[in-house]
């Protein structure tokens, strides 16, 4: 009798053997699921964070502020120090700001607002009925592919993809008799290890822009860098990461997860069930789109038109506007509206009791989340407040400078630094902010152009993005992992996500040298490759 095994029953390798990348991914799993509970770690890390701010300040750790004279932020005599949290005044600080760094948390009202939404389309069913609709006739491969390439658009809708796309994409694996694991790594490969690459210009563009180019001034004063300057390498590389975080999922990851075992789940799971679309559920979605029409047609009307009330009353324009501002609000309507106009066709909701309590239960699995994100938040504060990653940001940044390259091989190190950067300083904007004034003078001087330097920087920034528990929504990717995977420990998430990273930052790289300096095409409209002077 033959027995025919899918790819996620397979070990990566002959039958009973596993390569030697798999028994890394195990030996990190297995090193990083020794760790306590990741509140626990958070709570570790925040204790630790306040010592090791006391022992720094104690022996007069500091650097010189790269940032120039009168910029935001920079201290009037140059010199960034470390606040010590043990001092009085940092104990004063810590007692009267805990509240605040919780409730001032960005991720915390952003996910808990739009979950309520789509915790209507989910409990009415409609997340579901959905899912199968779209992915009842699409091979493994095709809705692997589209997994990951709808993370990457999503970026341009700011937190849709932390917030929807993740466990949707878990939930549609799941659906298929796959790991959901697996759907939960490909979109948060896509989301956040794809950060900078897309179709289209985002919110962090004109951020990204406007720091390089108050950093080219100190070269030159007149340099102009502008929010597309990366966008032709950024579109190029949304399908190189498309076809890499696709190939990563199946034949890696996938394969290391092996067969899913519903015993694991946190939470019941039965709405994650594929089936043929009854007649009803096919009516129920027809409605449901209508709504989904008539709500984009007001979102189209508020910001499309010159007059429309959510562009920016200032400029006339979309980019600063609330409409860009207020995406959660409208992820909220978005799924609330035809949520409810699905239940109340297939009758699982009739009423407004139904859909309160679908937000309640929207909100009771959110528990662990909401006491994981306070012990993080308090990390993520004292760590910025005693200034301990931006010091080291700068150090970083230094030694990499007193390596003395001047050929494109330094691009090689600047990409691993800021990778490595990252890891400490979780904002793209915020750890640029440091970075650019030391590497875009530097860079300028050895005759290369500011928007060469930011499509350079954007990649570091990007491919450790699934690994640092200092991403802002590293918290939440644990919450959803944990549905399907009770005993889940961070060392499982970040073994998971690895080879993402290790494969993006090869692959990103060499798309780079090979774009940049082997064929000699420009990374935006009207971007230069090197800087005359």
């Known amino acids: 009798m033959t027995t025919t095994t899918s790819p996620s029953d397979r070990q990566d390798g002959p039958p009973g053997r596993k390569t030697a990348f798999t028994r890394f991914l195990d030996v990190v799993e297995w090193l990083g699921n020794l760790l306590p509970h990741p509140i626990t770690l958070f709570a570790l890390f925040a204790v630790g964070v306040v010592v090791l701010s006391g022992i720094a300040s104690y022996f007069g750790l500091s650097v010189a502020d790269p940032r120039p004279v009168g910029a935001a932020g920079r201290d009037p005599d140059g010199v960034i ?82 917030v929807v796309l993740i466990p949707l994409a878990a939930m549609i694996f799941h659906s298929l008799g796959r790991h959901p694991l697996a759907g939960l790594a490909a979109a948060f490969a896509g989301v956040s290890g794809g950060y900078s690459a897309n179709l289209l210009l985002g919110t962090v563009d004109p951020l990204l822009s406007g720091i390089t180019e108050s950093a080219a001034h100190m070269i030159d004063p007149t340099y102009s860098v502008g929010p597309e300057v990366n966008w032709f390498f950024m579109i190029i590389s949304t399908f190189l990461i498309t076809i890499v975080g696709s190939w990563v999922t199946m034949a890696i990851v996938e394969p290391k997860l092996g067969k899913y075992d519903p015993n694991e789940a946190s939470v019941d799971l039965s709405q994650d069930k594929l089936g043929t679309l009854t007649d009803d559920e096919k009516r129920g979605l027809k409605y449901a789109g209508l709504a989904v029409l008539a709500v984009s047609a007001v979102f189209a009307l508020s910001v499309v038109p010159e007059w429309g009330v959510l562009r920016n009353p200032e400029t006339g324009l979309v980019a600063g506007s609330p409409f860009l501002k207020g995406i959660v609000s409208l992820i909220l309507v978005f799924f609330a509206i035809p949520g409810f106009v ?38 993520v504060a004292f760590f910025k407040v005693t200034n301990l990653g931006t010091i080291f940001a700068v150090l970083g940044a230094d030694t990499l400078q007193s390596i003395g390259l001047t050929g494109p091989l330094l691009f090689l190190f600047f990409i691993m630094m800021c990778g490595f950067v990252n ?111």
Do not use: C
């Open 81 to 162: 120090e470390v606040f010590n949290l043990m001092s009085g005044d940092g104990l004063r600080m810590i007692v009267t700001s805990l509240v605040h760094n919780f409730t001032g948390f960005a991720p915390l009202g952003t996910v808990l607002v739009a979950l309520l939404g789509v915790g209507i389309a989910e409990h009415s069913g409609l997340l579901s009925a959905a899912v199968r609709g779209l992915v009842l006739q699409a091979s493994k491969r095709t809705v692997t592919v589209i997994v990951v390439f709808a993370g990457i658009i999503s970026n341009t809708a700011s937190e849709l993809g932390y």
């Open 342 to 379: 699905y239940g109340k066709v297939v009758g699982t909701m009739k009423n407004d009791r139904d859909v309160i309590d679908a937000m309640a239960r929207s909100m009771n699995s959110m528990g662990m989340y909401i006491v994981l994100v306070f012990f993080a938040a308090q990390f």
């Open 423 to 533: 890891l400490m300083l979780g904002s793209a904007s915020a750890q640029w902010a440091v970075t650019a004034p030391i590497f875009v003078p530097m860079l300028m001087l050895l005759g290369y152009a500011p928007e060469v330097i930011q499509a350079a920087y954007r990649i570091g920034d990007s491919v450790t993005n699934v690994i640092t528990p200092m991403m802002s929504y590293f918290g939440l990717i644990i919450t959803f992992a944990a549905r399907y995977k009770k005993d889940l420990g961070m060392g499982t998430l970040i073994a998971t996500m690895i080879p993402y990273s290790i494969f993006f930052f090869v692959s990103w790289t060499a798309l780079f040298y090979l774009w940049v300096f082997a064929f000699g095409l420009p990374v935006g409209p009207g971007a230069a490759t090197y800087y005359g002077g």
